[in-house]
């Protein structure tokens, strides 16, 4: 009889062979190769960017590869912030939960995705490189691009839902094999994640789909930019969570155990997880304080949600800040502080999501002044602004994904990881870099200094007449992304070692799944947090009750603006 239901069980579960292991991992492999060789090249250019506000134009050395400053920052924002984060994120969101169940993934449409990407990829970038489509990462409209770059864009969102139903098809496997369990951890993160992230693409992919597509393609001539605005930010608040999460996905199930202890509390994590899908969603316009046509009740109500997206963050920061004194007490830490000093620095994988944590605390304070109206009134489109995000999505995604790849690639390869000196010198590069950067953008923002511009290519003493005041900011500027550059070299030298350096026996190391001091057995929170449908549901009707007021004034008196090439 038993073993008439486990044969059942495992029919259902379909466990994967040897062979398919090794097939999975190499899907895995495929979507972090492509998504850091993205970031090498954005990573370049970010140099370029550093150097412009220190007052020095590299641009001019760089013809014909690089037209412009603006070029270049498409370049940087499309291949940093969507390309190198879409492919890491999918294979992770995928690989891990298959782990975590012991299942076998879909993987003809793991690979489907990846192909969808990769095209959509190569679409977008043929129109950057071309110098057609320098509008910036944020696209915004009646800038105009070309139909090859919005086209791709469109196919790289598209592609980036389709784990989702990875995901979703594999815990209602696992399910049906444990009926009544609540949904193993990771797997909820994952699938929470992925949720939120279909319903916030819904946004910029309106606007693609009806807005630049059609517009970019000559079928119709004008275009609605506030409009085009709005849905771009329905998507890209949201985004900037989809960026987070599965960082927080390493720090709460991986990094634990890593750093030698437990996560304190299951349970949490979830609560963590749940709010943050919650309010994501109804909070882009507050990228839109100064815009016209929203009305200031609309901002208000935005300015209170925004400040409410916090709390899952401040809720991780005490949860993790526990777990690891935890771990650095298991390892002999005392007094104060002691478990601080005991926990694994020369680990690099633990020192870059430790040290991660500790920029984003900077981050999020920065985070929590840009959600407060007023205040965001006098740092909005100033360089405070890409301060904040390198201390986010610099940090909370790119440095624990870097973090996470020093025991990643030896498990996906079997290859042992390339120098660990080197890779921890790479870390406190990047971390003193971006931090350097961070702390320099932070106040030459306050003093007004504007984002985006093109500065170094001003005449000399008219740079200095307008800038001069904050000199020292915007060279320490300059100096901070060649900190975080060199890290960057030193960070690829450990990846390209790795990927085809020496096979080790010993270096095929198990994923660091954590154990629990508190479990979700018996939690009443984290039933509450179990039925995913009905908390879709939920989110998406809390969003339209937002959107529906913001949207009906621009619905009811469209605006048709013909495209401009500025460049
Ligand atoms: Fe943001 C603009 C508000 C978080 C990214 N954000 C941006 C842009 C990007 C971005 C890319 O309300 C620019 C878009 C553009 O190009 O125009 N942001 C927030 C708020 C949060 C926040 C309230 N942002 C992020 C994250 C990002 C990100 C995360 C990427 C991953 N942001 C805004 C607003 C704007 C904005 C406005 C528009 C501004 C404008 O004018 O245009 C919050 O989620 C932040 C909450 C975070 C915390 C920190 C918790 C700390 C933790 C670490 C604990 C440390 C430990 C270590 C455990 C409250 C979890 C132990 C250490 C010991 C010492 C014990
Ligand atoms: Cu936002």
Redesign the pocket.
Known sequence: MSAALSNNASRILAVPTAGELAGEKKMLLAFWVTGFLALAVGISIGVLQSTNYAGINLYPYLQPFLKSYYQGLTMHGVLN?YVFTFFTISGWLMYLPARELKLKPNMGLAWFTYALMLLGTLMAAYGMFDNSSSVLY?MYAPLKGSAWFYLGITLVVVASILPLFVVLEMRARWKKANPGQLTPLVTYMSATTLLMWLLAALGAGTEAVFLLDPWSLGIVHTIDPLLARTLFWWT?HPI??Y??MPGYVSIYALLPRQAGGKLISDPLARLAFLLLFVFSLPVGT??Q?TDPGISPVMKGIVTAL?LS??IP??I??FT??LS?EYGGRRRGGKGLMGWWTALPWKDASVAAQ?LA??S??F???G??V??SWQL?NV???TLW?PA??HL??GT??TLVFMGVSFWLLPHLTGRRLYSPKLALWSVWLWFLGLMTWGFAGHWAGMDGVPRRAWVSALPHDQYLQLYGAVHPALIIVGIGGVIAAVGAVLYYIVFFGTLFGQKDAKAMVEIPFTQYITSSEGSVMARIAEPLGLWTLITFVITLAVYIPVFWPMLTHPIHAPGFVLW
């Open positions: 912030a944020t890209g900037v969570y960026w987070l507050h990228h304080y925004t997206v916090a963050s401040l991780t920061a993790i800040a690891l430790v944590l500790v984003f605390i981050g999020g304070a985070g929590i840009n959600a965001d740092v909005h489109n602004i904040h995000f986010t999505v909370m995604t």
